[in-house]
């Protein structure tokens, strides 16, 4: 086992080329505003599903996080992320502006990961507008009340 482990730790793992990681970022994005124009719309349930899988694609990469955490995000979790992550001034006098800026503008809401530990997992504004349109439209394309997933 100390061997298997051993040979896993230095073996070199390939990182994608920053041109492809674009691609995908550009890509998830064009798709992600193309379903938001068409649910404001109209809203259709092949669009509904289309942004709920894009939005968690992107939560994934943004957070590379396992799919499995992020999937599992609740309703009332996401109700209850923080949105003022600047409320502890010994914290937000040791942050650069740029940080500052971010802290700002991102949501951060804490998942149940692998053997309950807890993840954070950071939104970016077009994540929660995404997902705010979701949840604004979970009923009109049948899911649930009793659903309690965001990606439902």
Not at 22 to 44: F, P, T
Not at 52 to 71: D, P, Q, Y
Not at 122 to 130: E, G, H, K, R
């Amino acid at each position: 086992m100390s061997t298997l482990a051993s040979d896993k730790m230095n073996k070199p793992q390939p990182i994608p080329l920053t041109s492809d990681i674009q691609k995908l970022n550009q890509y998830i994005a064009a798709e992600s505003m193309k379903c938001r124009a068409q649910i404001e719309y109209d809203i259709a349930e092949s669009a509904w599903q289309i942004l709920a899988k894009v939005t968690l694609v992107s939560m994934i990469l943004f957070n590379r996080r396992r799919a499995g955490e992020a999937e599992r995000l609740l309703l009332s979790e996401y109700n209850k992320r923080s949105k003022d992550n600047l409320s502890v001034e010994d914290i937000a006098d040791s942050l650069s502006e740029v940080e500052r800026v971010l802290c700002r503008t991102m949501s951060r809401v804490e998942i149940r990961g692998k053997h309950s530990r807890i993840v954070p997992v950071i939104l970016t504004p077009q994540m929660v507008t995404a997902i705010d349109l979701l949840n604004s439209t979970r009923n009109s394309v049948g899911i649930s009340e009793a659903n309690p997933y965001v990606f439902a």
